[in-house]
């Protein structure tokens, strides 16, 4: 029914309801989110190939270097100290050895000391040792060999052999059938410098058979032998002794002199006992 006074209207078209608009607005999400790496959460998919061999599903290795830590240094080899520390061992083992020997054939040799005489000589042992101050006024020899009691000139040296006995009295005795030949001498330093004198390299002794005799470090009846510096202008008064088998009776004692010159002079004593 139309109104007075309106025109009239035709009907009012049937659109579908349309959904409101608002301005900014996205349109809504079309699944959950998915995080890489999240749990419960879906990852990036597997490339197509899949992962290579060494890398996770990022594509990274599953393990990384420490970059923080310096790489450790080889340790050094202790070989070398340890041949250096041996090689020093053995030495002083063998310098030790060596003084040990001289200091026992010393026996306490003290260069500088008076000339003593035949009365302020103990007896050791029941073994007397004559006086060893060469006689007065004696020229000594210049010849290769000596007597008893006869000076002998021997390069720097003037040498006096004063007496020979032969005797098993000792604290350490010698072996059955040997006796120690003990010699007392003097030697006189005639140079202007100080000389030195050793037993082992300089003096042997032989007996008429040619048979050689070590000098016997048992005898504790020796207290002083003839090794040393000597002062210039000074005797040395001393004793030295072998063991020899008591059926010798005649031997020979040698004194080298001038070895550091190489000339290797000797002068000779013939003994007996």
Sequence with gaps: MSQPGFPQQGSAPNYPPQQPSWPGSFPPPQGPASYPGLPGQQGFPPPAGGYSQGQDQYGAPPSWPNL?????????????????????????????????????????TTANSPTPTAQNTPATNGVTPAATTPAANTTPSTGTSGQLNQPIQ?????VTVTHVTATTASALPPKPGDAYLEITLTLK?????????????????????????????????????PDGNVNAGQTLNAQIAYEVPQTQHNFVLSFEYNLINGSNATVTWQLSA
């Design 189 to 225: 330093n005639t140079s202007a410098t100080t000389q030195l004198v050793s037993s082992l390299l300089q003096f042997s002794l032989t007996d008429a058979n040619g048979g050689k005799y070590d000098e016997a470090l048992t005898d504790t009846n020796i207290h002083r032998t």
């Design 68 to 108: 923080t830590q310096p790489p450790e240094e080889p340790k050094k080899s202790n070989r070398g100290l340890i041949t250096i520390i041996s090689i020093v061992v053995v030495l002083v083992l063998v310098l030790g050895g060596i003084g040990a020997a001289f200091a026992l054939r010393s026996r306490g």
């Design 154 to 158: 021997a390069g720097n040296w003037v």
